[in-house]
């Protein structure tokens, strides 16, 4: 998605298809959940790497871009999840391995207390802080000053911050530590999927109040939080206090010069991570294993 060059040897961006969901590979379940106001597109570079090993299902979350809507639902966590638990169960899927990334993140682990993981992978996730907190409030701004620059920008305006590397590099320097590793077909999926995004406000708001991420339930599967060394939307340590004392018992592993969407920085390193959690599962659960 690199874009083709016009006679005026300007890059062309292809049109964004938004498809609502990607299913493919072999293997056991992988469920994908990514972040707040993304798509599903967002695993794309990790695809190659999964699905030789796994059946992966990843979806864009309800009310997002091209995703489901809520049925009249508010946005909210536990919406969330009821909507996720169907598509699991539209799968045939009782348990799959669950990974994802910020929002995702916290999504799979409320999964996770539902009895619907083998294991979760979460990377970068969200709800490590108190609703109304510093750290909270850090993260909130971000989303507000983005939702309100993508809304007042044109199409054009858009495609000048995907394909000028400088202007891509500014756009993405909070989420990604190395922005020119983006392509500009995806840096502009990526915004344009944000703008299109129908639950920024109502997300924000939500997550302020106190009980928007709740207490976890207990988890019984492996759980391993990787946190991004130059993430500088949520930052370890900090942001990831109240995550660590819910679940003092999962691994916490670092995402060596990683940011907050470490899947565009480091694919293979991102990939591994995850596969490392859902083989020793895996291995466990094989009949070897059991005799």
């Known amino acids: 998605m690199g874009g083709a060059r016009g006679p005026d040897g300007r890059v062309r961006l292809p049109a964004v298809r938004v498809e609502p969901e990607h299913h493919g590979g072999s293997g056991t379940p992988l469920l ?16 190659p790497y999964l699905e030789p090993e ?24 536990e ?31 409320g999964l996770a207390a539902r009895g619907r993981a083998r294991s979760v992978v979460a990377l970068c996730p969200a709800g490590g802080w108190k609703g109304e907190s510093p750290e909270g409030r850090h993260v909130y701004r971000y989303f507000l000053r983005s939702h309100h ?38 840096a502009l999926h990526m915004l344009e999927g944000a703008r299109e995004c129908s639950v920024v406000l109502e997300g924000i708001e939500a997550a302020r109040r106190e ?13 391993r939080i ?33 940011g907050h969407l470490p899947m565009w920085d480091d694919p293979e390193l991102t990939a591994r991570t995850i596969l490392e959690v859902t083989r020793a599962r895996d291995a466990d659960r094989s009949p070897a294993a059991a005799d």
């Open 211 to 223: 009980d928007a991420f709740g207490a976890l339930g207990p988890i019984d599967v492996p759980v």
């Open 226 to 258: 990787a946190y991004g060394e130059r993430d500088w939307l949520i930052r370890w340590p900090r942001w990831y206090e109240r995550l660590r004392r819910m679940l003092p018992d999962a691994e916490y592993v670092k995402l060596a010069d990683c």
């Open 32 to 47: 994908l959940l990514h972040g707040f106001t993304d798509t599903w597109y967002a695993w794309r570079p990790l695809l």
């Open 79 to 109: 919406t969330a999840l009821d909507i996720l638990e169907a598509r699991l169960d539209a799968a045939g899927w009782a348990t799959a391995h669950i990974a994802g990334s910020s929002y995702g993140g916290w999504l799979s682990l």
């Open 149 to 186: 620059i993508l809304k007042r920008s044109t199409p054009r305006m858009l495609h000048l911050l995907a394909v000028r590397p400088r202007l891509r590099a500014a756009a993405f320097r909070e989420v990604i530590a190395h922005p020119r590793r983006l392509p500009p077909g995806a």
């Open 54 to 77: 796994h059946e992966v299902l990843a979806v864009t979350l309800p009310g997002h871009h091209g995703g489901p809507d809520l049925g009249g639902r508010p946005m909210t966590v």
